[in-house]
């Protein structure tokens, strides 16, 4: 018998009409549809006028799942996965199973569709020649400066998801560890009927959030871009350095030990810590 597939299917982040027609093919036509929550798929699929068998496969149980996945593609049956929104495995359930399916061997094939990360830096009007896609930031405050912290002198944009409750606490932590002056972006329930894009410095962007309370609600796409260049070349991995010493020391004195480790002024380097705070 010949082997199965497993489709890749992105759908909707908001606008229905955004579904691929070759999306609604597959979705048709296979045996099964691998749904991170079946009941909400099941309103875009009732939209339109797809019947199909259901399976939840999501965070939680998609490891147990993926070896009974397998064997049905290896029996012959076709399969889709999708997720609530957008494009399966980015952010969302997956990996475990299209990983399980690469080692057995079984068919993969993957749909283009919507993504809110590349929709969102494609309306965003920061530089699109390297962005590095970081998912969501930790929801713990220690966590989430470590993790801004790792990237200070990433000179790529960056793009993050956000939760609307914690996207004040992020742009605060952003603004402490990457300055004030950093450019930000935020577009939030994009392809909707209120969706928006903040634009600004991280400054300004926050007090945009601050000053209305219907920008701290929906679906969020955060884009910070990149570090600028340094005219004295710093190393990435010093302005890190640097930044973490300065949450446990004086700035002048973790100045002084990054200058000394990396044989540069501990002048310019207090500079630009002031620059950033």
Not at 25 to 32: E, I, K, P, Q, Y
Not at 119 to 138: K, Q
Request: glycine share 6%.
């Amino acid at each position: 018998m010949s082997k199965g597939t497993l489709y890749i299917v992105p759908t909707p982040i908001g606008n229905l009409n955004d579904i691929t027609l070759r999306a609604l093919d597959v979705l048709r036509s296979v045996d099964v549809i691998a749904a991170e929550d079946t009941r909400h798929s099941s309103v875009l699929l009732n939209h339109f006028g797809i019947q199909a068998t259901l399976w939840a496969v999501h965070e939680h149980n998609e490891r147990q799942k993926a070896d009974q996945i397998v064997q049905r593609l290896l029996d012959g049956q076709t399969i889709a996965l999708i997720s609530d929104a957008g494009t399966p495995l980015i952010s969302d359930p997956g990996y475990p199973l299209v990983n399980a399916c690469r080692a057995a061997g079984a068919h993969v094939v993957a749909l283009p569709g919507a993504c809110a990360a590349i929709t969102a830096l494609s309306a965003a009007g920061l530089p699109t020649d390297r962005f590095l896609f970081c998912g969501f930031l930790p929801a713990k405050q220690q966590a989430r400066e470590k993790a801004l912290q790792a990237l200070v002198g990433e000179s790529a944009t960056l793009i993050y998801y956000e939760s609307p409750r914690r996207i004040i606490d992020t742009l605060e932590a952003l603004i402490h560890i990457f300055g004030a002056d950093r450019p930000v972006v935020i577009a939030r329930e994009v392809t909707k009927q209120f969706e928006t894009y903040l634009h600004g410095s991280a400054a300004d962007v926050l007090a945009m959030v601050q000053a209305d309370s219907n920008q701290q609600r929906g679906e969020m796409v955060l884009l910070v871009g990149g570090a600028p260049a340094s005219d004295d070349a710093t190393p990435p991995e010093a302005l890190q350095l640097l930044a973490r010493l300065s949450q446990e020391l004086p700035p002048k004195k973790a100045a002084k030990i990054v200058a000394e480790h990396y044989n540069l002024s501990a002048n310019t380097l207090y500079q630009s810590q002031l620059h950033r705070s």
